[in-house]
């Protein structure tokens, strides 16, 4: 519940200092890229620029949870294994005398 309620007014203070951001700058932005030229006013460049940003972020987390979770599946066989070996050394019978 508290989780959700500070969720919201995170989005809220967000979306509020966005739109502060749109009225304090107006005017438009030309962007010439390789394959043509655009015109995008600055708050819309601002967050396009924040949304590319975010997803190269997301992209970026998931190869190191991908690699987390290779890892993770490594270790539990190796764990499994581990513990079949301990089980087979102890159902074996004890010799006296060496």
């Given at each position: 519940m508290i989780r959700t309620l500070i969720f919201v007014l995170l989005l809220?203070?967000?979306?509020?200092?966005?739109?502060?951001?749109?009225?304090?700058?107006?005017?438009?932005?030309?962007?010439?890229?390789a394959f043509g030229e655009f015109e995008l006013e600055k708050a819309q460049a601002f967050a396009l620029t924040l949304a590319i940003g975010w997803v190269f972020g997301a992209l970026s987390a998931t190869v190191?949870?991908?690699?987390?979770?290779?890892?993770?599946?490594?270790?539990?066989?190796?764990?499994?294994?581990?513990?079949?070996?301990?089980?087979?050394?102890?159902?074996?019978?004890?010799?006296?005398?060496?």
């Open positions: 809220i203070a967000v979306v509020l200092l966005a739109a502060a951001f749109a009225w304090l700058n107006p005017g438009v932005v030309q962007l010439n890229l190191l949870v991908l690699k987390l979770m290779r890892e993770r599946r490594k270790l539990r066989k190796q764990a499994r294994l581990a513990e079949a070996e301990a089980d087979n050394l102890r159902s074996l019978p004890l010799r006296d005398g060496a």
